[in-house]
């Protein structure tokens, strides 16, 4: 299989993350003009001040800069080591699809369930490739 096939879920990741990036000063520019928040809301980070509706995007982009690390790291070593292969293909791009959902879920109508549902599924997901990564080493310890 063609090993740089691995950097297109990645990248779309990276999409999303900056798509989420973009839309930090959107909300915020917004409220700020609606006269909702003010620059001293963020002196010290988000104050109480700030309503949900602008900080979500900020907590939404820290989501996709936490647990996808190890998304990314994964991914580097199945190309670095050669062994890209349709199934961690597949579940990479599934590992995509349900950071992509959550994200929207949470940038949206933000429900707390539907959010730890595909955040959950997702960790999984990664978990899983690490584990059948690692799974043929652990085998020849036995």
Not at 114 to 133: D, G, K, Y
Request: hydrophobic share 60%.
């Amino acid at each position: 299989m063609q090993q740089d096939l691995i950097f297109q879920p990645m990248g779309a990741l990276a999409a999303l993350t900056f798509f989420v990036l973009v839309l930090i000063p959107i909300r915020r520019f917004a409220a700020g003009f609606a006269g909702k928040i003010t620059a001293d809301d963020f002196k010290y980070g988000e104050s109480a001040n700030v309503p949900g509706s602008v900080s979500i995007p900020n907590r939404a982009y820290m989501n996709l800069l936490e647990m996808p690390v190890l998304f990314y790291v994964i991914c580097l070593i199945l190309f670095v080591s050669g062994r890209v292969d349709a199934l961690f293909l597949n579940i990479a791009w599934i590992y995509v699809v349900l950071r992509a959902l959550h994200t929207l879920v949470h940038i949206t109508y933000n429900n707390v369930r539907h959010r730890l549902v595909f955040f959950a599924l997702s960790n999984f997901t990664a978990i899983a490739m690490w584990a059948l990564f690692f799974w043929p080493t652990v085998q020849k310890l036995n």
